[in-house]
């Protein structure tokens, strides 16, 4: 049975930077690591959308964008999803067998409060066959991921704007 951590942590806190960093740490051990990123697309030093990065292949696409929060298809987010990328994200997820290290980048509103996103993430970390999974969650969803997973077994805060 594998190990479950959360990684919490504001706006800006490098929550996927640590996730990146981690992930190539562990390649370089030569550990299987699978799951998916979000890394942020910058322009002028600003978050203006994000990508989906899929451990297993490298493949990297759009994702999302910066989008008013009251226009239609956003999510009330502020974000405008890719269903495609969304697809994209659960196929990954999906083929996710066996590996040593899991991460998932991240679980937010859309998976923990309206049950879309990346759902393929929870049957895949409800079947354990990861050494360790690493979940990012916002600050405000921790509870909620914690009741859904009584057993995780670490808690990080890397701060940053919550």
Do not use: Q, Y
Request: glycine letters at 14%; proline letters at 5%.
């Amino acid at each position: 049975m594998g190990s479950l951590a959360l990684l919490t942590g504001g706006r800006g806190a490098g929550k996927t930077r640590w996730c990146e960093a981690l992930a190539r740490a562990a390649r370089e051990a030569k550990l299987a690591v699978r799951g998916v990123l979000s890394p942020p697309v910058l322009a002028g030093g600003e978050k203006r959308a994000i990508d989906l990065l899929d451990l297993a292949t490298g493949s990297r696409r759009f994702l999302a964008e910066r989008a008013r929060p009251d226009l239609p298809g956003t999510e009330g987010l502020g974000w405008r999803f890719d269903p495609e990328a969304l697809a994209a994200g659960n196929v990954a997820l999906e083929r996710v067998g066996a590996c040593d290290l899991l991460l998932v980048d991240e679980l937010g509103p859309l998976e923990l409060g309206r049950g879309s996103g990346f759902t393929a993430a929870f049957g895949l970390l409800d079947a354990r066959r990861h050494g360790l999974a690493i979940v990012v969650v916002r600050p405000s969803l921790v509870a909620a991921a914690g009741a859904r997973w009584p057993g995780a077994t670490r808690l990080w805060d890397l701060g940053g704007d919550r």
